[in-house]
């Protein structure tokens, strides 16, 4: 069985430009998350999604970031403009039911 | 304001001696808890996890305990293996959120 599949996998990008990631979860995880991790710490929630809803997104910066969950499956979640802080390690992760997360492996994003 | 700690930030061991690995949270609302590890340039695996109702866990080499008193949960690695050496996360679920805490790099020797 696929893991979680993520893209890209490193991206280096000048302040105020725009960036995208891409999710594709297992196959019938209806629920999808994005997290955010900064070095030293562990992951952060951005927003949680049940099939196309977003059911959680608190934590999400909302003058920055959006995201999307089209058709229930693949996601992407996106900056614009990105700012120097947002240099991290953005995490997707899919469950089936319960409370085990899988989590691809993660796009590390550089703001120079 | 920091609901999962994890307050060593590395734990070095000897290979075949026991790993543990300590977490506290503030939360008393939180169900479930998990711990997670991490290599370089993956995501976090699953491990291994305990609900709030029992108090111990064990799957092979690995074991969670739970101290509900103290919010303290700890895992330990009985015997470490080179291989385990990752950073290890501890995570509490709440209405199925899943909050983290800062993780500890566990390095075992040969």
């Known amino acids: 069985e696929a893991g979680v599949v993520q893209s890209p996998r490193y991206k280096i990008i000048e302040k105020k430009q725009p960036v995208a990631f891409w999710c594709n979860p297992i196959s019938g995880h209806n629920t999808l998350y994005w997290y955010l991790q900064n070095l030293g710490q562990g992951p952060e929630l951005l927003i949680r999604y049940e099939n196309e809803e977003a059911v959680d997104d608190s934590q999400l910066p909302k003058d920055r970031f959006s995201a999307e969950r089209l058709k229930g499956v693949d996601s992407t979640l996106k900056i614009q403009p990105a700012e120097l802080g947002d240099s991290a390690v953005y995490l997707c992760?899919?469950?089936?039911?319960?409370?085990?997360?899988?989590f691809g492996p993660g796009t590390r994003l550089t703001v120079l | 304001d920091q609901q999962v700690k994890q307050n060593s930030p590395s734990l070095s061991v000897q290979e075949g001696r026991i790993s543990i690995l300590n977490c506290d949270y503030t939360?008393?609302?939180?169900?479930?808890f998990l711990w997670y590890k991490k290599y370089p340039a993956e995501g976090p695996t699953f491990l291994i996890s305990?609900?709030?109702?029992?108090d111990k866990n064990e799957d092979g080499r690995f074991t969670v305990f739970l101290n509900k008193s103290a919010k303290h949960l700890s895992l330990h690695i009985v015997p470490s293996q080179p291989g385990d050496s990752a950073v290890y996360f501890c995570?509490?679920?709440?209405?199925?959120?899943?909050?983290f805490g800062q993780g500890t790099e566990l390095s075992v020797k040969p």
């Open positions: 992760a899919s469950s089936l039911q319960g409370n085990e997360q899988f």
């Open positions: 995570a509490a679920t709440e209405g199925g959120k899943l909050i």
């Open positions: 939360n008393s609302m939180f169900d479930y």
């Open positions: 305990i609900s709030s109702i029992k």
